[in-house]
């Protein structure tokens, strides 16, 4: 066959290995790490669904080297831990039988041991230590590494390494980024030695370049070292691109891979993983400068997901693989898709930084768009009915669609009746949004994907008890979705209001002097867009905090967003009267004030269509309640709800 993305999908030598496309997984910590530090079942699961889906490579993150130094709650690996070994054995074994090769990351994360963990004041308990002694900048001390330590942690990576090879996998990443352990001694900001490890750059280089060293000995000749890398820490103090070009070629004839990411952790995090204000392909540049330096293939990351784009950037030699982390949780069958030409079927990442949070949070891992993750043991199939009946999804926003493709695969008969002219619900009001655009676009893809699966569509049908009555199905899926909320306020109806809902269809009637009411997490990004196009904004917001409803990952972005657009914010302050000239708002003291501004955006947020709901509740015999109509949350639980409702039908 011909393929629409050859590049993508051409083999590649590293090493003595071949991979079978240049589409890798990038690595993802694991969620479900035993009380000993192995690799649990859930996890190995969620490696391995990237294998399924086409991926190249699939790295399993972090393996932690020497607990003795970095007592993180991570991987770890060692033959006295009863089970470490086999842990790691049946995930190479779960990736590697579908075709993908197994690699795993081998990591340190010196001063900064224990950021995963969810109990944050356990931190206070380990030992930091980096190359140079100092305070952090959250106040834990952090030891400078002794010669001895230096030799055991270097020592420790050619251990785990060999135990590695020996378990199956087939290549070793060395995690030299990010501001983790080696990167520390790479950077000038973090390494402040007076020995043969600090000062200049040859200095700094030699702890990595002494742990390269143990790994190939442990592995041998022609087996695969990636090393993995920030070709610029973007912080002042930090190493720059140059020098990061530098520091590649130095360490090249060590590897069989670069692979170039960007930023530090302390310094950035929205850099190192971008967020959805940054351009995709943000750092693609890095590997491109690095890869005219270097004999070595060079990897790129961070924020691709789009076929055409990563299509170009291997056919125009700025790098020879791709990794992807985001983009392959939000559909791990993306790979699969680039090779038989499915791409308008992919799932894009949102970069909405769910499963960032959630790992965070609560130590899961969950996808807005893909109610799988996290949850694999539970089945990635859906299975055929044996007894197919007839379904109603009342509502074609990302719920319902998702409900609606799941039973229509299950083989049931599915009706999807949506009462405004075009699917997507709450998504269509993203398309004037260029930094969330993938949200439209999610909607635009389910509506494909539930046509393809051979669901009758009927728009413009508003769904109620007699309709339900006379179409006789047999289940029922509520998916009514949420509506604005729009309090008593006077003037809140008036021609200078826009309901941010509606923006998307009334962008020509805003002004230049912007005021959005409402501080949450849809009138925060609104705002932000709209101070992109040039226009002064006012954000008011009655609570003390802007985007409480944002999660942890994405929210601190959020606001550094708001600062850096120069949006004028009010808090603590509540909205009385709207008028011609602005909002008149009132404080803590009832005294008043107008924020000033000729258009209004209401941003107040939404509330569930309960009426709707309980005029449907009795109308078959399976009746399924999901998303915005229950609560008004996200489209996380919207999708995840809709896929389990036509699972239990």
Known sequence: MKRKF????????????????????????????????????????FYELRAKGGAGAVTVSELVVHPKTEGSHMFHLDLQTVGALSSFTYTADAIRRHGSIASVELSHSGQFAGTYLTDKNKKQGLAQWGPSEGLRSDGLPVKALTQELIDEIVAAYGDCAALAKRAGFEMIMVHGGHGWLVNQFLSPFFNRRTDKYGGSLENRVRFAQEVLDSVRKAVGPGFPIEFRMSGSEFFDSGYDL????????????????????????????SITHPSMFESHGRNVF??????????VPVATIGGLNDPEMMEEIIASGKADVIYMARALLADPELPRKVMSN?????????????????????????????????????????IPTSLPVKVLVAGGGPGGL????????????????????????????????????????L????EKMARDAGVDIRLNTEVTKEYVENENVDALIIAVGSEPLLPPIPGLDGENVIV?????LEKEKVTDEVIVLGGGLAGCEAAIHLAQEGKTVHLVEMREELAIDANIRHRPIL??????????????????????????????????????????????????????VENLIDCAPYVAQIGDCVKASTITTAVYQGYHAALDI
């Open 559 to 612: 606001l550094k967003e708001i600062e850096k657009q120069k949006i004028q914010v009010h808090t603590g302050l509540k909205g009385l009267r709207v008028i011609a000239d602005g909002v008149i708002c009132a404080d803590s003291t009832a005294e008043e004030q107008l924020i000033p501004g000729t258009t209004v955006i209401c941003a107040l947020g939404q509330k569930a269509r309960r009426n709707v």
């Open 500 to 504: 941010v809902n509606n923006y998307y």
């Open 286 to 295: 890095l590997a491109a400068e690095i890869k005219k330096h270097v004999s």
């Open 402 to 441: 998702k409900a609606a493709i799941t039973a229509a695969k299950r083989g049931h008969e599915v009706i999807l009746c949506e009462k405004e002219d075009q699917l997507g619900g709450i998504l269509k009001s993203e398309q004037a949004i260029p930094f969330k655009y993938e949200m439209y676009q």
């Open 242 to 269: 140059a020098e990061g070009v530098e520091i590649a070629k130095l360490l090249e004839s060590r590897v069989d891979l670069l692979h170039i990411s960007a930023g530090t952790y302390q310094q950035g995090f």
């Open 443 to 446: 909607g635009v893809t389910l």
């Open 6 to 45: 050859p590049n993508l999908s051409k083999p590649i030598q590293i090493g003595n290995v071949n991979f079978r496309n240049r589409m890798f997984s990038a690595p993802m910590g694991g969620t479900d790490i035993t009380a000993d530090c192995t690799i649990g079942r859930a996890s190995t699961a």
């Open 342 to 382: 499915r791409d308008e079927d992919i799932i894009y990442c949102l970069r909405c930084f769910t499963c960032m949070a959630e790992r965070a949070v609560t130590s899961t891992r969950r996808c807005t768009v893909n109610p799988l993750i996290g949850r694999e043991l539970d089945g990635t199939e859906v």
